[in-house]
């Protein structure tokens, strides 16, 4: 059974392989390009010195220069970023979904199914070799991407725990790329057709993943609320925090002006003598808020999202055994 079902696969794993290949032939020189304008830039100090929040103003000046500069070269790599995101869901599309549809849909699984191999046997045998071969995948990805992306998150505000940056690095590639696979095969059983299986895996993992990432992941830890005075503060947090809300708020917590920031030197005035804010209807007391989570929270947050989609993955893999023991 493991020597069928690798004669089954293997050029699929070939192709995969170099696929990853051609991948990795097209990044690793931009990934050395940007490390290297990192360190040229003396980035990597304005990492260790932004860390202390009593750093110097002139220094959280030279260094907020610095990183725009950076992001200025390479932000439009943050588009490459978003295609990359689709990996797994290929993965799930050409591995997950052919896996029982076409034994179905061209009657091979009659034939199979017949030799003494039982069908849960079958199914143990191939799920468990391509799922061995997913996580392979997936941990490659992960690191390589993790490598690839380092720059580009040091020098973004929200750092690691970016909506497009967070899903490409640690260990959630594996969650992703496992749950895609179980979808795929899944729909398999249910559909029985290669196409419509597909097409299934493509909406269900889209639609799976945005809920998750847009309802489900702000809300892993209860969030942080910061508040600090419209008047002499300028650098409220850390770089590498998420900011799920923020707004300027009068003294009795009523928000004025969402989505904004307020600083303003300490006695400034406006040009009619009016104290800062005052333009806005704010009063005395006034104060920014922000709703935030720590980038201290990234592997908690990777480990509670991996373990999400791998419960996800194992669920449907027992629904698709069970679907596989009624297929006529």
Same mark, same amino acid.
């Given at each position: 059974m493991i020597w069928l079902t690798w004669r089954q696969h293997r050029k699929q794993l070939l192709f995969t392989l170099l696929g990853f290949a051609a991948l990795a032939a097209l990044m690793v020189p931009i990934g050395l390009s940007m490390r290297h304008t990192f360190v040229d830039l003396g980035l990597p100090d304005c990492v260790r010195q932004l860390a202390d929040t009593d750093a110097a103003p002139e220094t959280v000046r030279s260094c907020e220069g610095a990183f725009r500069q950076f992001t200025n070269r390479y932000g439009s790599l943050n588009l490459v970023a978003v295609l990359l995101l689709v990996l797994p869901m290929l993965v799930g599309l050409f591995w997950g979904a052919p896996l029982v549809a076409r034994e179905v849909e061209h009657g091979t699984h009659r034939f199979v199914w017949t030799q003494g191999v039982g069908r849960t046997r079958w199914a143990l045998v191939?799920?468990?070799?391509?799922?061995?071969?997913?996580?392979?995948?997936?941990?490659?990805?992960?690191?390589?991407?993790?490598?690839?992306?380092?720059?580009?998150?040091?020098?973004?505000?929200?750092?690691?725990?970016?909506?497009?940056?967070?899903?490409?690095?640690?260990? !959630?590639?594996?969650?992703?790329?496992?749950?895609a /696979? %179980?979808?795929?095969?899944?729909?398999?059983?249910?559909?029985? #057709?290669? =196409?419509?299986?597909?097409?299934?895996?493509? !909406?269900?993992?889209?639609?799976?993943?945005?809920? /998750? %990432?847009?309802?489900?992941?702000?809300?892993?830890?209860?969030? #942080?609320? =910061?508040?600090?005075?419209?008047?002499?503060?300028?650098?409220?947090?850390?770089?590498?925090?998420w900011v799920l809300s923020s707004g300027v708020r009068n003294a009795d917590g009523t928000m004025v002006a969402p989505d904004s920031q307020i600083?303003?030197?300490?006695?400034?005035?406006?040009?009619?003598?009016?104290?800062?804010?005052?333009?806005?209807?704010?009063?005395?007391?006034?104060?920014?808020?922000?709703?935030?989570?720590?980038?201290s929270r990234f592997w908690l947050f990777q480990g509670i999202e991996t373990g999400i989609f791998v419960v996800l993955a194992l669920l449907l893999l027992y629904l698709a055994i069970r679907r596989i023991r009624r297929i006529a």
């Open positions: 191939k799920f468990g070799l391509v799922g061995a071969v997913t996580v392979a995948v997936a941990v490659g990805y992960g690191l390589g991407m993790s490598w690839w992306v380092s720059p580009l998150t040091q020098a973004a505000h929200e750092g690691r725990m970016g909506v497009i940056v967070f899903d490409l690095q640690g260990v !959630v590639p594996i969650g992703y790329t496992l749950f /696979v %179980a979808l795929g095969v899944f729909a398999g059983t249910v559909w029985r #057709r290669m =196409l419509p299986a597909m097409a299934v895996t493509l !909406v269900g993992f889209v639609g799976v993943r945005a809920a /998750v %990432a847009i309802l489900a992941r702000p809300h892993y830890q209860p969030a #942080r609320t =910061l508040t600090f005075p419209i008047e002499g503060a300028d650098r409220p947090m850390s770089r590498g925090d600083a303003c030197p300490p006695g400034s005035r406006g040009p009619s003598g009016e104290a800062c804010g005052a333009e806005l209807g704010l009063g005395p007391g006034a104060y920014n808020w922000q709703l935030y989570q720590p980038g």
